[in-house]
């Protein structure tokens, strides 16, 4: 998608914690996400960032701040999970960024202003879960230096292969490791064989590597 006015790295927000220095979400950036009040029984639905809270897009569906394509964009994400909102593609969840856009900037009318309050739930009030239900994917193996660390391992002399840089190498993912931050997880346990020993033993894993995957 190409960059528009909800880029702009002059725009501004009438929510002071959106202007801050450092902030993670400034009005420029609007990410998507599946929350609720933390430890309530509500519903997960769809949400976005802003400053210190988090717009409640089931309230904003059901408010009068949207229309057309953007209204109905909204009224997917009121869902537990966005896979429906992003089957509508690039033209709708553009117009839904700009319509939320135009209720949080500076300049918007008192009217706009009172529809988006409306729907601010402060961001440290909030649990999240997996912003869409993810049946399967695919791990793309792109990173230069990671292939040269790993292959290192296996083969020191010739650490990368030959047709890493022509052709693209990918693999079936288990989209049960797939989680929010923050969640707990089982260290893995398994079979290693101890120096000097003579049959392997059953435990926790000694040393856990762990990578950080971009998902697109």
């Not at 790295?9 to 933390?38: E, Y």
């Not at 009318?109 to 994917?137: F, H, Q």
């Not at 064989?193 to 995957?213: H, I, K, N, S």
């Amino acid at each position: 998608m190409q960059r528009n006015h909800t880029h702009d790295p002059a725009a501004a927000s009438w929510l002071p914690a959106a202007n801050m220095a450092g902030s993670d979400f400034p009005i420029q950036n609007l990410p998507f996400a599946v929350f609720r009040r933390a430890g309530s029984d509500e519903s997960f639905r769809g949400g976005v960032a802003i400053g210190d809270q988090v717009v409640d897009l089931a309230a904003l569906a059901a408010s009068t701040g949207l229309a057309g394509l953007a209204q109905e964009a909204a009224q997917l994400c009121a869902r537990d999970a966005l896979n429906d909102f992003l089957a509508m593609g690039p033209k709708a969840w553009q117009a839904l960024r700009h319509a939320v856009f135009a209720l949080l900037e500076q300049d918007a009318t008192p009217d706009m202003v009172s529809i988006a309050r409306g729907c601010l739930v402060p961001m440290d009030s909030v649990e999240y879960a997996r912003p869409n239900r993810i049946g399967d994917y695919t791990d793309f193996y792109t990173s230069l230096d990671h292939a040269r660390n790993v292959g290192a391992l296996i083969r020191p002399d010739d650490p990368v292969s030959p047709n890493f840089r022509w052709m693209p190498i990918a693999y079936h993912g288990r989209a049960s490791s797939i989680g929010v931050s923050g969640q707990q997880f089982h260290r893995p346990m398994g079979q290693a064989m101890p120096p000097g020993a003579t049959a392997p033993v059953y435990g926790a894993c000694a040393r856990l590597d762990y990578e950080l995957e971009l998902g697109v």
